[in-house]
């Protein structure tokens, strides 16, 4: 489980069909060891091996065709995210890494001090967005600002702006999206009766 709380940034050295390096600060190698989980743009992936400078992981096709992992690139810049412990902030929301979807995001505007981004999502997904409820944007727990029959929108502030690779994002561009674990559950306990 995650947070959806990004303190760590990395940038892809290699990545194939089955393999993703991703490099990294000493700090955050540190606290890896073989088999940990880490959030990698939301997505919950295994550590397999690590060293000094970078960390790899396996890639399996279901990973491959279900999020924005087949778009990566060398020297794309990741969003970073280690398991939750008993002694972690629960500042974000339960993010489990589990991505339902990806989006496209088609606006991005200023506004103020913050960025305005709209996604585009399918219906399928959409149903379980709410206004005012959370949202994992590619690991980031967000809080949604509006919602439409095709897309939603959420606000970023100056801080996530900056340490998230979404300054680094663009208009077209693929996003993990992992909605609200609660609402999945609820649906299915609502369905039984």
């Known amino acids: 489980m995650f947070t959806g709380i990004i303190n760590n940034l990395g940038r892809v050295l290699i990545k194939n069909k089955n393999v993703l390096i991703i ?4 700090g955050f190698l540190a606290r890896l060891e073989k088999g940990i989980s880490v959030a990698v743009d939301g997505i919950c992936l295994t550590v397999v091996a690590y060293n000094k400078n970078s960390f790899e992981v396996d890639i399996m096709p279901e990973t491959a065709n279900k999020t924005n992992i087949k778009y990566l690139r060398s020297e794309d810049l990741v969003n970073l995210e280690l398991p939750a412990t008993t002694n972690s902030f629960l500042s974000g929301h339960i ?25 585009s999502l399918p219906n399928f997904l959409l ?9 994992a944007v590619n690991g980031i727990s967000l809080t949604v600002i509006e919602v439409s029959k095709d897309y939603f929108k959420v606000g970023i502030i100056p801080h996530t702006w900056q340490g998230t690779m979404l ?3 663009r208009v077209g561009d693929v996003v993990n999206i992992e909605v609200d674990i609660l609402a999945k559950y609820i649906e299915k306990l609502l369905k039984r009766k």
């Open 127 to 135: 149903k379980y967005i709410v206004v005012k409820g959370s949202v």
């Open 95 to 119: 993010v489990e890494g589990h991505i339902d979807g990806i989006g496209r995001l088609q606006n991005l505007t200023k506004k103020n001090n913050s960025h305005i981004l709209k996604i």
């Open 167 to 169: 300054h680094t994002i």
């Open 23 to 26: 490099k990294t600060e000493k």
